[in-house]
């Protein structure tokens, strides 16, 4: 697992190592619409939210549509048709998943209110503005961000229906040769969005298979990693 350390959080970037998931979705798979075994899935779960010491019974999550809506967490919530989760509440886990889609973190910092979010941004919800629903569902201010393992510009072949509309948002640089840098497009539009501090791990998911689930790699038979976190009580 990757932690980023945020004063005040918890925060913590999953990997596929360190569960109980065999087959396809070895080992720490937290999708449960995966295909794999539920009692893997939720022990996975109570593995990784242990990892940081949450309470798994609390962990909330969204039904992941490829949109830019982000709602406020509940305890133990599940189905909302959403792509980003906020709290303030102390001690309420929230877990955006993904297998190539970026898994991004935002927190409140310097004295402001503790809160954070956790935002699921494909290539759609980036372009289409997650990253300032994010900002906006946390009120602004000063915010800093994290932009988690993804498909890198290594290896993200995209058509020009995707490029053309990237290169006219985020500049020409962030596709060549037909590959999209996801990273770099997070990174611009969270600035753009009002973040001054934003740290990118540029780990490629489809390039570490011992690492990381990779749904175009694995042709969709694959699992989930992701981003959990939580105000520190």
């Keep these: 697992m990757i932690r980023w350390p945020a004063d005040g959080y918890e925060v913590v970037f999953t990997t596929r190592l360190g569960g109980v998931s065999e ?70 886990p929230i877990l955006a998943m993904s297998a190539d889609c ?41 915010l800093a961000a994290a932009v988690g393992p993804a498909i890198g510009p290594c290896c993200y072949e995209v058509g020009e229906e995707v490029a053309a509309p990237y290169r006219e948002r985020f500049g020409d640089d962030v596709v060549r040769n037909g590959r999209l840098d996801l990273w770099t497009s997070a990174e611009r539009a969270l600035r753009h969005a009002g973040v001054a501090h934003v740290v990118r791990f540029d780990r490629c998911t489809a390039c570490e298979p011992e690492t990381f689930f990779s749904h175009r790699r694995d042709a969709g038979n694959t699992g989930r990693q992701g981003v959990i976190a939580y105000v520190a009580g």
């Design 23 to 92: 087959g396809p979705y070895t080992s720490l798979n937290l999708g449960r619409k995966s295909g794999d075994v539920v009692a893997r899935v939720d022990e996975n779960r109570r593995i990784a939210c242990g990892s940081i010491g949450a309470d798994v019974a609390k962990l909330a999550l969204n039904h992941q549509v490829h949109s830019t809506r982000v709602v406020q967490a509940a305890p133990g919530a599940r189905g909302e048709r959403a792509d980003g989760l906020w709290t303030d509440a102390p001690g309420l």
């Design 102 to 142: 970026l898994p991004i973190v935002l927190v409140r910092r310097n004295g402001e209110a503790p809160a954070v979010a956790v935002l699921h941004a494909g290539w759609r919800g980036l372009l289409e503005g997650i990253a300032a629903s994010g900002v906006t569902a946390l009120g602004g201010g000063s």
